[in-house]
């Protein structure tokens, strides 16, 4: 069941961005009267289509994707007959170059206006929570493996990111700051200043949601929010709302600190000093070889919650669906370079994964925004049979005066489908290495 919910988020997010996407490119080019010959969400074999006036609309077997064919164009259906007749002037080669520009940039508009769409409509109905700098700085963090890795100590309190403040917790692994040059954190560590370095690559640590986890999270105080029934808290007379003070009469006063506390206490017995109601006692509890009493806490702080009219809404989804955008693009340049690994490319697989296994319409729609905006800057770059190739060759002609023979955008046209195969094999290999080594 979780690998069909994973599977189906996918399918229905690509579905509707294939469509839109290709809907961009229909609508254009029937605005400049050019004949629309089909349009297809997923590739042959066809499963289902109808007729609509000169437009034959399906639905494919392969959902990796979608086209639509224009008359008189050289696409990845490689149909070049039509190519041996006098131009006519319906066809997308008796047009202007200006005119096929548009309509070789339609699909990636209309991408990029679904992402800003989702991202604004999410800002507006669910504002920001997070956990601000002003709280980390008063209760300082916990640090984890990845982490402790780069020097963090928990406790650390963080000051700045590249000699800049920063608004969130979530801001301290974010992609803009972990590819930034020559990053650093600068933390207060008992009084003194520390400045901890971001290794070069990283980045390349946090190839899964759940590597987040790894990172850094806040110190919180605690009470008990509820008790795992059958375990030992239970059994030590342990209830909801009860604050652990000490273990073995060192005090605890952060959520971190009690597990530090157990952690050392495997298999033996603890003595806890128990708050509860105003009235303080103490028990003893067995610890578990894990570590554990068998309680759940409750983080006795609270973060920031912001709502935003309209108008902010606009400026901060529009902000975050661009920043995406700008984040690939370091992305992407850092890879030709070796510092990002293209071992983080994913494949269908791992876009599956990014969904998850519950189906969440807040986190669909988030993951879905972004695919849109990674899918507008994908399909901008310059590589034949993408639509920034044909936009590579129609800004030549329109600089140069002098259009690409039709030979040629057909050579290119197949060099373009190489190069994508070999992309598309290359992440889906990675996808399945990740599943066998773990990743």
């Known amino acids: 069941m979780d690998t069909l919910i994973m599977v189906g988020q996918l399918l229905l997010g690509l579905s509707i ?27 042959p074999p066809k499963i289902a289509g109808f007729q609509w006036g000169e437009t034959e609309y399906s639905i494919g077997a392969i959902p990796l994707g979608g086209f ?136 390349n640590s946090f190839n899964s949601e759940e590597a987040f986890a790894k990172f850094v999270s806040i110190r919180f105080p605690f009470e008990i929010l509820d008790v795992a029934p059958g375990e030992a808290a239970e059994t030590a007379g342990l209830e909801e709302g009860d604050k652990i003070l000490a273990v073995n009469g060192q005090q605890v006063y952060y959520f971190d600190e009690l597990q530090s506390a ?39 702080i609270e973060p920031v919650k912001r709502q935003f009219g309209f108008a902010e809404a606009l400026s901060k989804g529009t902000e975050r669906a661009f920043g995406v955008v700008i984040i690939n693009a370091k992305a992407l340049g850092k890879m030709f370079t070796g510092e990002v690994s293209a071992k983080n490319v994913s494949g269908p697989i791992g876009m599956a994964k990014i969904y998850g296994n519950s189906w969440d319409w807040g986190k669909f729609w988030s993951i879905t925004g972004l695919i ?3 899918l507008a800057f994908m399909n901008l770059l310059p590589i034949p049979a993408l639509d920034g190739g044909h936009v590579m060759f129609l800004l030549y002609e329109m600089v140069s005066g002098r259009a690409p023979s039709d030979k040629f955008l057909e050579n290119a046209q197949k060099v373009g489908m190489v190069i994508l195969l070999v992309l598309m094999v290359f992440a889906i290999g990675n996808d399945i290495l990740k599943i066998f080594t773990g990743g």
């Open 262 to 300: 157990l952690a050392d206490l495997k298999t033996q017995e603890a003595q806890l000093l128990i708050e509860s109601d105003g009235v303080r006692d103490t028990v003893r509890v067995p610890v578990s070889a894990e570590g554990t009493i068998g309680i759940a806490a409750n983080p006795l």
């Open 68 to 203: 639509v064919k224009i008359s008189g164009m050289v696409d990845e259906s490689m149909d070049t007959e039509q190519l041996s007749t006098e131009p006519q002037p319906w066809e997308f080669r008796s047009k202007p170059a200006w005119q096929r520009l548009i309509v070789m940039l339609g699909g990636i508009i209309v991408n990029v206006i679904t992402g800003i769409i989702i991202f604004v409509i999410l800002v507006y109905n669910n504002g920001e929570t997070y956990f601000s700098r002003d709280q980390i700085i008063e209760n300082g963090i916990v640090a984890y493996e990845y982490g402790e890795s780069i020097g963090f100590q928990t406790g650390d309190k963080i000051l700045d990111v590249n000699g800049q403040p920063y608004q969130s917790l979530n801001e301290l692994s974010s992609g803009s700051v972990l590819l930034s040059e020559n990053g650093y954190y600068t933390v207060d560590r008992n009084g003194k200043q520390v400045k901890i370095e971001i290794p070069r690559g990283f980045i």
């Open 372 to 374: 849109s905006m990674i």
């Open 17 to 43: 961005l294939v469509g839109l996407h290709e809907l961009g490119h229909l609508l254009t080019a029937k605005m400049f009267g050019m004949r629309v010959e089909k349009f297809s969400i997923g590739f």
